[in-house]
């Protein structure tokens, strides 16, 4: 079974530009995660999806944050204007609903973002 | 959703057993607790969940007490390759939300 997806791997970006990950979840899973994880800290939840509705985003600085997963499989978050505070990796995640080991999340490898 | 505290870091060498404790004193009754590795530039990675008592897979064990109000991860005879950073977890919605703290940092020396 492939695995979660994520792209590009790296990124180096100038303040005020813009950015977009991708991400491609395990075939089947319902539920899609981006967190971001500050260097030195936990991975910190920005948004989750299932299917392709939001089902928490209290955490995603909307004015800057945005992710859509438009036909229920893979996602972009987009990153407009970035901070230098925007620094960090960038881990999507997804999960079966039914089924499997209570809350098990299958992380990607992350996509690092550094923003100068 | 229940606030866990660890360890930040934790030193061990090679063949040693290491046990790694978790306090969560406010558990809800459904609240599974969960237990993820993360290695340098990798995404976390599902190690053990349990409820109640004692859970043992291939790679480590979970010892919880009757009041689930902590647990412990157990490793037995780590090795260099166990170094990685260790999250404890509660939560109880299957597909809901993960909170991560700040997890305890593994350290295995030759």
């Known amino acids: 079974e492939a695995g979660v997806a994520q792209s590009p791997r790296y990124k180096i970006i100038e303040k005020r530009q813009s950015v977009a990950f991708w991400c491609n979840p395990i075939?089947?899973?319902?539920?899609l995660y981006w967190y971001q994880q500050i260097l030195g800290q936990g991975p910190k939840l920005l948004i989750q999806f299932q299917n392709n509705g939001v089902v928490d985003d209290s955490q995603l600085p909307k004015d800057r944050f945005s992710a859509e997963r438009l036909k229920g499989v893979d996602s972009t978050l987009k990153i407009q204007p970035a901070k230098l505070e925007d620094s960090a990796v960038y881990l999507c995640?997804?999960?079966?609903?039914?089924?499997?080991?209570?809350?098990?999340?299958?992380f990607g490898p992350g996509t690092r973002l550094t923003v100068l | 959703l229940a606030k866990t505290t660890q360890p930040i870091s934790m030193d061990s060498y090679e063949g040693q057993e290491v046990n790694i404790t978790c306090s969560h004193n406010?558990?809800?009754?459904?609240?599974?607790i969960t237990w993820y590795q993360q290695f340098p530039s990798q995404g976390p990675r599902f190690i053990i969940q349990g409820y109640k008592t004692k859970v043992t897979n291939e790679v480590a064990s979970l010892f919880i007490p009757a009041d689930r109000k902590s647990s412990t991860l157990s490793l037995p005879r780590v090795s260099l390759s166990d170094t990685a950073v260790y999250y404890c977890?509660?939560?109880?919605?299957?597909?809901?939300?993960?909170?991560f703290g700040q997890g305890t940092e593994l350290s295995v020396k030759p």
């Open positions: 995640a997804s999960t079966s609903i039914s089924g499997g080991i209570n809350n098990e999340q299958f």
């Open positions: 075939s089947g899973h319902a539920t």
């Open positions: 406010n558990i809800a009754t459904n609240d599974y």
């Open positions: 977890l509660v939560g109880g919605l299957r597909g809901g939300k993960l909170i």
